[in-house]
């Protein structure tokens, strides 16, 4: 069966700190994967979205970058996090010909 | 602009009873639409999807309804448990080429004994 793996579940760091957050997926193959994030009170944010190996769209400019150096791993990462990072943030994987998206359990950050 | 809107904000029922909540979006062109249920601090998890076909579709006590018409969908819940608090998402995807997923601010729905 297919799981998704999301960690740590939760981060506290200090401004100007490195993040580095990861997501696996396991029981298939040639995912799409997604990074989204929750601030308190609003919607879920796309952030990044990867159909393969490599290939990396970015929906919403920010000191946040992605990859996927593997079929089934994404990596959130930042050089420098700022306050406004805090949030929930949330990994979520379909295969091609299915509607459904599953989501990981999540990354609480709090940028202190 | 594609929007999901939802209503209620925030509920607050009884142990036992029934409670609907609502969604209007503005998404198009439509591809499908989800209800998902997020526990505080865990991630969404998917109670129904429907197509533009599909008017209505249960999973348990829950059963959503979708008027593609008049773009709008509800969520009914049925004999309300205290495990049911959690916020309710409503999720429209339209038909880009990365099925993009809009997502509604969510109703806090909290059940009390």
């Known amino acids: 069966s297919q799981t998704i793996h999301q960690w740590p579940a939760t981060l506290v760091q200090p401004v100007g700190s490195p993040l580095s957050l990861e997501c696996t997926v396991e029981?298939?193959?040639?995912?799409?994967l997604y990074w989204y994030r929750q601030a308190a009170g609003r919607g879920l944010q796309l952030l990044f979205y990867s159909v393969g190996i490599g290939q990396i769209s970015s929906e919403v400019p920010q000191n946040l970058s992605a990859s996927r150096p593997q079929d089934r791993q994404f990596i959130l990462s930042s050089k420098k996090l700022l306050l406004s990072d805090s949030g929930f943030y949330l990994c979520?994987?379909?295969?091609?010909?299915?509607?459904?998206?599953?989501f990981g359990s999540g990354t609480r950050l709090t940028v202190v | 602009k594609n929007q999901v809107e939802q209503s209620p904000q925030s509920l607050i029922i009884l142990e036992g009873k029934n409670c609907t909540l609502q969604?209007?979006?503005?998404?198009?062109?439509?591809?499908?639409l989800r209800w998902y249920k997020q526990d505080t601090g865990r991630g969404p998890v998917s109670l129904t999807i429907?197509?533009?076909?599909?008017n209505t579709k249960s999973n348990g006590r829950y059963t959503a309804t979708l008027d593609a018409d008049t773009k709008q969908s509800s969520l009914h819940i049925t004999a309300s448990q205290l495990s049911d608090s959690a916020s309710y998402i409503c999720v429209v995807s339209d038909w880009g080429s990365q099925g993009n997923l809009i997502f509604g601010k969510g109703t806090k729905l909290s059940v009390k004994p």
């Open positions: 029981g298939t193959s040639n995912p799409n």
């Open positions: 979520a994987w379909r295969t091609g010909v299915s509607y459904g998206y599953t």
């Open positions: 969604c209007n979006y503005t998404v198009s062109p439509f591809s499908n």
């Open positions: 429907m197509t533009f076909s599909e």
